[in-house]
């Protein structure tokens, strides 16, 4: 059996994503010649075989008491085509119901990332409510998000830099990967851009920005200010990519392109400030072969948390520093695809944050690879 406490303190909060996370890909222009569509589906294939061969009887992956990959993996594969009733996602979505609690939850009772495995597991069953047949569970699993959420209902105003983030619990603090969670989790739950769930998070999302602004008057905002994103303000601060040496968070790429999904999510418009200095960091910085910041920790889920943000932006072309256009879609595709393994899995070599997993990364992929392909 493996070390679960371990395992649970491994999962850190920009892995799932989002899950994390809106699945469905809208395709604004781009459309892949018959030839790559064909390898997309192809890639796409053999990832779902070997899904399909690494569940366990019990209808979990990797790990039996945690519902963040097993959400991962089953809104992956429904994504991809995958009925509800194939027997893979059957087990994969009766697994998961086993983790519903009565306060609307969908967790393990030991856990303390209840924020995540709620937001993943959501956006599975989300997936699977083609016939209204998951309504009522879903329903309870956004009311319970929603109290999760930092707000009135612990006691802090609007002036405290927790307001309107979503972390670990209650007891711990926010950050923007959870809040980026939270809010996939609603938008997939049918809640509007109006709600004061959406619009508190934005309070929150706002000040993980380096940039000063009257919505964000943090003691970070002005020490970088380049529009790009940290992990929280939170706490004292912290940044995944390190501090510079006037004690700025440095931004990164996988945070950038959440807080720029988040945005667009709560309703935030494209000429927004604040939208306006996230693409400019983003073009700054644009790469498809790392995660900015951070190297190759993180990269599946980077890649991913692109694909979902400039989606959501309705950008086919990202101009880099040096004025070059990038066909995104295309240039992921020829990313992704090489980096196949024979089995039909995907897998980073730098094994931070759980993506030496093959199953969360084969997961992140197919959920990827749904905004690669032509209509």
């Known amino acids: 059996m493996p070390n679960l406490s371990v395992i649970r303190r491994s999962l850190l909060p920009h892995l799932f994503v989002g899950l994390l996370v809106t699945l ?23 990832g779902i075989k070997f899904l ?30 995958i009925k509800r009733e194939e027997s893979v996602v059957a087990k994969g979505l009766k697994h998961l119901e086993s983790f519903v609690q009565p306060d609307g939850g969908i967790y393990d009772k030991e856990s303390s990332h209840r924020n995540y495995e709620t937001s993943i597991a959501l956006l599975a ?27 009135e209902s612990e006691k802090i105003s609007k002036e405290s ?18 809040t980026a ?13 109006d709600d004061e769930a959406m619009k508190n998070a934005v309070v929150f999302v706002s000040r993980c920005q380096n940039l000063e602004t009257e919505h964000n008057t943090t003691a970070f905002a002005a020490k970088i200010n380049d529009g790009g ?9 912290s940044s995944m990519a390190g501090l510079t040496e006037n004690g700025g968070l440095r931004s990164y790429g996988s945070m950038t392109y959440a807080g720029l999904k988040s945005f667009l999510y709560a309703g935030v418009k494209k000429d927004d400030p604040r939208v306006v200095a996230a693409v400019t960091w983003l073009k700054k910085n644009y790469t498809l072969k790392e995660n900015p910041g951070m190297g190759e920790a993180g990269l599946y889920y980077y890649l991913h948390t692109v694909a979902k943000a400039l989606d959501a932006l309705g950008s086919e072309e990202v101009q880099d520093a040096k004025g070059i256009e990038h066909p ?27 993506e030496g997993d093959p199953n969360m990364t084969t997961a992140y992929v197919l959920l990827t690879l749904k905004y690669l392909e032509s209509k």
Do not use: C
Not at 64 to 69: D, H, L, Q, S
Not at 134 to 150: E, N, S, T, V
Not at 181 to 193: H, I, M, N, S, T
């Open 24 to 46: 469905s890909a809208v395709d604004r222009g781009f459309a892949a010649d018959a030839e790559t569509t064909a390898k997309i589906k192809h890639a796409q294939a053999m």
């Open 52 to 81: 399909a061969t690494t569940q366990a009887e019990d209808g979990s992956w990797t790990v039996p008491n945690n519902a963040g990959i097993t959400g991962l993996v089953t809104a992956s594969l429904l994504r991809s085509g």
């Open 125 to 151: 069953f989300a997936a699977a409510n083609t016939d209204g047949k998951y309504d009522a569970l879903i329903g309870k699993a956004r009311d319970f998000l929603k109290g999760l959420q930092w707000d």
């Open 161 to 178: 830099v927790e307001y309107g983030g979503a972390g670990y619990g209650r007891s711990k603090r926010p950050d923007l990967s959870n």
């Open 181 to 193: 969670f939270l809010l996939d989790a609603l938008k997939a739950a049918g809640v509007k851009e």
């Open 229 to 237: 994103f940290y992990y929280t303000p939170a706490g004292g601060g």
């Open 328 to 354: 995104w879609r295309a240039e992921m595709t020829n990313v992704l695809l090489p980096l196949q393994k024979e089995n039909g899995s995907w897998v980073n070599a730098t094994p931070r944050w759980m």
